[in-house]
């Protein structure tokens, strides 16, 4: 039986407690099974359960929901498709770089207006997005995206100048920044958990530690079985992302490999940082590197810190999420951040934090969240925006 563990696995799964479901014993009959407790598996069931109320549906998940990706990420909920905009117009066109724009937008209004609609406690909040340049490249880049955006008639993004960023986030590097008050952040454990609590609520019947170890179709049905039971069922949904090539099912072993990337935070920071640093209103923040580093605010003022590169895995080990020469770095990024972000002199080692005359955090005590992404062939922005995209490719 599974104990605490999960925990260890992301400093989100450790914000709130939580008690998984029994798992599947003995044999159960459903029109839908769902293979995999993450945000495609969950928003695979209620828009299933909810659309058509009478089938019955049970989801099993092999350890507790949440434990994935879906419990692991940035919490970033962005308009961002593919890797740029520029880059999504040259491979499929302007039209379809549009469209896949305005879809993303939907999709971010769509979770929004879930989290009210069904009162999913995830820590939301709106406060925008800000892609900064820190170079003079990097300004170019940005305001390259603008213009393609506007050009193909996408609007509701505009250019902060860095006067006008300075008055949103101090810090010396900011050139200027793409802003988008289109994005929210979150809790995506909490937001994970929530969703159990409304397919509960549906009649969805969720089971925990209930890993799937064969798949049969038969003349009749199909056969899932697990270590205590077995589901026979008309439809399976197989929403297991990274662990895909484990899933016992004809052609998929070959199909993808795990691709990792990884995620720091910080201890809390104090309203003494803030008076420096401003960032009152509590923005997503991305820059506009190619290993791209995004960070925010987690509801008790930790800065997470994540991207830079992300790392392949062949074979049937899933317990890569510790990665010290990437954690290492990111740590240095957040250390860079005093050379960003500006403030007084200040050192706060007690509290596990280095503020420096330039600096924001210097952070002396990280958390160090390991992140494992089920994104096979994935880059890491397209990794990013799945949140968004589970929800509404389900809906
Ligand atoms: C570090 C990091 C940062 C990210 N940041 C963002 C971000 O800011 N915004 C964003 O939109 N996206 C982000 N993502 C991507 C996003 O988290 C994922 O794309 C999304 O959560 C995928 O959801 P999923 O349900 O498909 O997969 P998962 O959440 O991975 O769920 C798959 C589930 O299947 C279960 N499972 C596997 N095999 C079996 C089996 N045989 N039987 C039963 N269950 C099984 C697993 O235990 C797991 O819980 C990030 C990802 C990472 C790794």
């Known amino acids: 039986m599974l104990g605490e563990d999960f925990r260890e696995k992301s ?109 999913l406690e995830c820590d939301y909040e709106h406060p925008g997005f800000l892609r900064v340049a820190t170079s003079e490249k990097y300004k170019k880049r940005i305001l390259g995206e603008l213009e393609l955006a506007r050009s193909l008639g996408i609007d509701g993004i505009e250019w902060l100048d860095r006067q006008e960023l300075l008055d949103e986030v101090r810090s010396p590097l ?61 439809r399976v949904v197989l929403a297991t992302n990274a662990y895909s090539h484990l899933v016992p099912a004809p052609g998929l072993r070959r199909k993808q490999v795990p691709v990792w990337t990884h995620i720091v935070l910080t201890e809390p920071l104090q309203d003494e940082h803030f008076e420096k640093i401003g960032w009152r209103r509590r923005q997503g923040i991305e820059d506009a590197r190619n290993l791209v580093h995004y960070y925010r605010l987690t509801a008790d003022n930790r800065l997470l ?27 240095k990024e957040v250390s860079n951040l005093k050379d960003q972000l500006e403030t007084r002199k200040l050192v706060d080692r007690a509290k596990g934090i280095l503020m420096d005359s330039q600096g924001l955090t210097e952070a002396a005590a990280f958390r160090r969240i390991q992140k494992m992404s089920m994104n096979t062939r994935k880059s890491m922005k397209e990794i990013a925006q799945a949140i968004i995209l589970t929800h509404e490719a389900n809906e």
């Open 11 to 119: 400093y989100w799964l450790s914000t709130r407690p939580y008690n998984p479901s029994p798992p599947l014993r003995g044999t159960r009959e459903v029109d839908v099974a769902i293979v995999g407790g993450g945000f495609t598996g969950l928003s695979a069931a209620y828009f299933i359960s909810k659309s058509a109320p009478a089938l019955k549906v049970a989801l099993l998940e092999s350890q507790v929901i949440g434990y994935g990706a879906s419990g692991r990420n940035g919490g970033f909920s962005m308009t961002l498709f593919g890797l740029t905009l520029s880059l999504t117009a040259r491979r499929f066109g302007r039209q379809a770089a549009r469209e896949a724009h305005c879809y993303m937008e939907k999709a971010v209004d769509t979770l929004r207006d879930l989290v009210q609609a069904e009162g």
């Open 174 to 234: 900011y050139l200027g920044a793409w802003w988008e008050p289109r994005c929210g952040l979150l809790n995506p454990a909490k937001l994970a958990w929530a969703w159990k609590s409304v397919l509960e609520r549906l009649k969805v019947h969720v089971f925990e530690q209930s890993p799937v170890v064969g798949i049969r179709r038969t003349k009749k049905e199909i056969l899932l079985t697990t270590p205590w039971g077995e589901v026979r069922t008309q």
């Open 305 to 331: 810190m994540g991207g830079r590169d992300v790392t392949l895995s062949y074979g049937t080990d899933m317990d890569r999420d510790r990665n010290e020469k990437t954690f290492i770095e990111l740590e």
